[in-house]
């Protein structure tokens, strides 16, 4: 089965812009949660969708904000970038015979100049 | 609330010599736990977890790790260490039908030849 696989690697946005990361989970997973890694916070969680609804959501502004379509696809958004916002954004899928196993994507690295 | 510790933060180990990575964690029910590893600019490659059961499990590329419920820990080990294996590893909590995971801050192993 292929991976979790995410769009863009790679991202350079200037402050004020807003952004979208997307997502693509193991085919057959329901379930994708977004986690943002900066070397100052480490890894935190930012939310979860399953079927197409918001399960989970960590302590992050409003300004952080995401979907799931119908076919377990999710995108991220962050509006209103600032400089705090560059990290390596992290997506995780789980299901299947392992619904309580999440599996990583290669991560989005945003830099906000 | 959960929590995860890893109390080292970079580790120097020889080739060829055994390696254990430390994690402590707090939760207040029965936790899932899991060993993540990064390599740079990567994602977050799962080698192992830990759900009930036996409290030895054994991973992926050579790792074990033995759950202690007494000491609250999740010690990973490696018996012979390989220069592929520098890295940085994650030690995470989680729990049964809940997508959330709380990380550690991650511990940094660097292989000398």
């Known amino acids: 089965k292929a991976g979790v696989t995410q769009t863009p690697r790679y991202l350079i946005k200037t402050r004020g812009q807003q952004v979208t990361l997307s997502c693509s989970p193991i085919?057959?997973?329901?379930?994708v949660s977004w986690y943002q890694q900066t070397p100052g916070q480490g890894l935190q969680f930012l939310f979860e969708y399953f079927s197409e609804t918001q399960r989970n959501k960590g302590n992050f502004p409003g300004r952080f904000s995401g979907r799931q379509f119908s076919n377990s696809r999710s995108e991220m958004n962050v509006s209103t970038l600032e400089l705090g916002d560059s990290a390596l954004y992290l997506c995780a899928s789980s299901g299947g015979q392992t619904t309580d196993t999440q599996y990583f994507g290669p991560g989005t690295r945003l830099t906000v100049l | 609330a959960q929590s995860v510790t890893q109390p080292d933060i970079h580790i120097t180990v020889s080739e060829g010599a055994s390696l254990e990575l430390r994690c402590n964690y707090s939760y207040g029910a029965t936790p899932y736990l899991f060993w993540y590893v990064q390599s740079p600019g990567q994602g977050l490659q799962l080698l192992l977890k830990?759900?009930?059961?036996?409290?030895l499990v054994q991973g992926i590329k050579g790792f074990e790790a033995e759950f202690k419920r007494s000491q609250s820990s999740f010690n990973l080990r490696k018996p012979s260490v390989h220069w592929s294996d520098a890295a940085e590893y994650f030690c995470?909590?989680?729990?049964?039908?809940?997508?959330?995971?709380?990380f550690g801050t991650g511990t940094r192993l660097l292989v000398s030849p």
């Open positions: 995470a909590v989680g729990a049964q039908g809940f997508q959330k995971l709380v």
């Open positions: 085919s057959g997973h329901r379930s």
């Open positions: 830990y759900f009930s059961g036996d409290t």
